[in-house]
């Protein structure tokens, strides 16, 4: 069973930055690939960014790109997202996301993602 679990959400004012971090913990946590996602109330969970199970595959969604930067060390079981140029319409709640299998790439498919974290609100103020 995976676990991971988010911090590092808040309130910031627009054009501010912000960094997401995501710690897995159980077997085989370092070899799968993660996302981040996020979700407003009342729409659909969608794809920000992910990274391959090796560091070296990024995907980002095209709102992002240029702004936010995903990376991840599998020594300390950690995957973060630099979020920088925040606007108001990146307020959601932050979801990372582990995949079901082992050794995958950087999907942006949630499909893709057996595991979970609990989320952290992230609130961009015009």
């Known amino acids: 069973q995976i676990k991971l679990v988010e911090s590092g959400g808040g309130l910031v004012q627009a054009g501010g930055s912000l960094q997401l971090s995501c710690v897995a913990s159980?077997?085989?946590?370092?070899?799968?690939?993660t996302g981040w996602f996020r979700q407003v109330p009342g729409k659909e969970r969608e794809f920000v960014a992910s990274?391959?199970?090796?560091?070296?595959?990024?995907n980002y969604a095209d709102s992002v790109k240029g702004r936010f930067m995903i990376s991840r060390d599998n020594a300390q079981n950690t995957t973060w997202l630099q979020m920088n140029g925040l606007r108001p319409e990146d307020t959601a709640v932050y979801y990372c996301?582990?995949?079901?299998?082992?050794?995958?790439?950087?999907?942006?498919?949630?499909?893709?993602?057996?595991?979970w974290g609990q989320g952290t609100q992230v609130t961009v103020s015009s």
């Open positions: 996301a582990a995949e079901k299998g082992v050794y995958g790439g950087a999907s942006p498919f949630a499909a893709r993602y057996d595991y």
């Open positions: 159980g077997r085989t946590s370092s070899s799968r690939a």
């Open positions: 990274v391959g199970w090796s560091g070296r595959s990024t």
